[in-house]
C-alpha cells in the first residue's frame, strides 16, 4: 500500500510540474490535493466494501485446509 501511495504522489508530482502554470501555483496545488482526497476515499470505501467479503474467503479457506 505505501509503494503504490508513493508512485502516485511522485506521478502527480511530475504531471504537476509539466503542466503547472507559475500563476496558478496555489490553485493547482488545491486541485491536485481535493484528487488525492477523492482516491483516498474511494480506496476506503472499497476496503470497507470487499473487507468482510474477504475475511469470510479467508476464513472458509484456512477451515478448509
Not at 503542466?19 to 472499497?46: P, Q
Amino acid at each position: 500500500m505505501t509503494g503504490a501511495y508513493a508512485h502516485l504522489i511522485a506521478f502527480l508530482t511530475v504531471i504537476s510540474n509539466r503542466f503547472e502554470d507559475r500563476e496558478e501555483r496555489g490553485a493547482t496545488a488545491v486541485e491536485y490535493g481535493l484528487l488525492v482526497g477523492l482516491i483516498a476515499i474511494v480506496m476506503i470505501t472499497g476496503v470497507a466494501l470487499v473487507g468482510p467479503k474477504l475475511e469470510t474467503l479467508f476464513t472458509t479457506v484456512s477451515g478448509k485446509l
